[in-house]
């Protein structure tokens, strides 16, 4: 697969980028496409509507409220212009919508003059490096930046400095009904719960039940692999699957975790079968490379 070179560079640079990011601008001296520190009106500073972060607690935005009425705020908002005297935030929204419920009338910020797709990265960066998206808006950010600028997985998995099986496993969150997405932005499940319920007839009731319960994830993925057997032998069926082990089960995640991908392991006496199926060419690609780095 042949990969954009442009890609590659900023994959390399981003990371530099975002850590130079809330860094005061005496330190970034020569630097491109950087203006001096200054202060700029809040009502001339706009969200920007991609970016992936959409929850907000409002507990957390309170307390960061009373420290900018007290202290200030400490790191710059990273903006770039999108018209006269106008700006986009790229990376700060939490602390632009503190510095409001404060009473600010001005805010710090740091000009970026950057396009499009790189605002999106770089906000898909900034958070995900430093824990602000919930599972489903980091989901949302990767499928926003493959569907809209043609990334790959690899891509992103360079970019965002993880593993590609960390983006295909986030993807796959996006398979999930509505409600059981909600539960995933609220933090009554996690992703290793919802993973779990991904091949089930109904994640929903599963996803309701494992909350009702407090289930751990384990738990979850035993209610889970029980549902997926309910569903492979109906009630009547002469032909039962036998039950695979603990051990096996817990090889399987953790494969399919690993290679973002679904992982069967069956045992037959002494031997077995070890079967991943794979949904694309990329994935078969990414296969045939591990396989030859062993």
């Given at each position: 697969?042949?990969?954009?070179?442009?890609?590659?560079?900023?994959?390399?640079?981003?990371?530099?980028?975002?850590?130079?990011?809330?860094?005061?601008?005496a330190s970034m001296a020569n630097r491109p496409n950087i203006s001096a520190d200054r202060k700029v009106p809040i009502e001339l500073v706009n969200r920007n509507p991609k970016n992936p972060r959409k929850n907000f607690s409002e507990d957390e935005l309170q307390d960061l409220a009373s420290s900018i009425r007290q202290h200030g705020i400490v790191q710059p908002v990273v903006v770039r212009t999108i018209g006269e005297d106008?700006?986009?935030?790229?990376?700060?929204?939490?602390?632009?919508?503190?510095?409001?419920?404060a009473g600010l009338v001005e805010i710090p910020v740091i000009i970026r003059d950057v396009d499009d797709r790189t605002a999106l990265e770089l906000a898909i960066v900034e958070n995900v490096q430093r824990s602000d998206?919930?599972?489903?808006?980091?989901?949302?950010?990767?499928?926003?930046?493959?569907?809209?600028?043609g990334y790959t997985q690899n891509d992103?998995?360079?970019i965002i400095g993880?593993?590609?099986?960390?983006?295909?496993n986030s993807l796959r969150?996006?398979?999930?009904?509505?409600?059981?997405?909600?539960?995933?932005?609220?933090?009554?499940?996690?992703?290793?719960?919802?993973?779990?319920?991904i091949p089930t007839s109904d994640p929903v009731a599963l996803a309701r039940t494992i909350v009702q319960r407090g289930m751990s994830v384990r738990d979850a993925e035993r209610?889970?692999?029980?549902?997926?057997?309910?569903?492979?032998?109906?009630?009547?069926?002469?032909?039962?699957?036998?039950?695979?082990?603990?051990?096996t089960l817990a090889l399987e995640r953790n494969l399919s975790d690993r290679l973002g991908l679904d992982v069967k392991v069956a045992h037959k006496g002494e031997g077995g079968r070890l079967t991943i199926s794979y949904k694309s060419l990329e994935q078969l690609e990414d296969i045939c490379r591990l396989l030859e780095r062993g």
């Open positions: 697969m042949n990969e954009d070179p442009s890609k590659r560079r900023l994959g390399r640079g981003l990371a530099a980028l975002i850590g130079e990011m809330d860094q005061p601008i106008k700006y986009e935030i790229i990376a700060g929204e939490r602390r632009w919508r503190a510095a409001q419920l998206l919930n599972p489903v808006e980091e989901a949302l950010g990767y499928e926003q930046l493959i569907a809209e600028h992103l998995g360079e993880k593993s590609r099986s960390h983006v295909a969150l996006l398979k999930l009904p509505d409600p059981v997405r909600d539960m995933l932005f609220d933090g009554s499940l996690s992703a290793g719960h919802a993973r779990a319920l209610l889970a692999q029980n549902d997926i057997k309910a569903q492979s032998n109906p009630e009547g069926s002469q032909h039962r699957v036998p039950e695979k082990d603990a051990d």
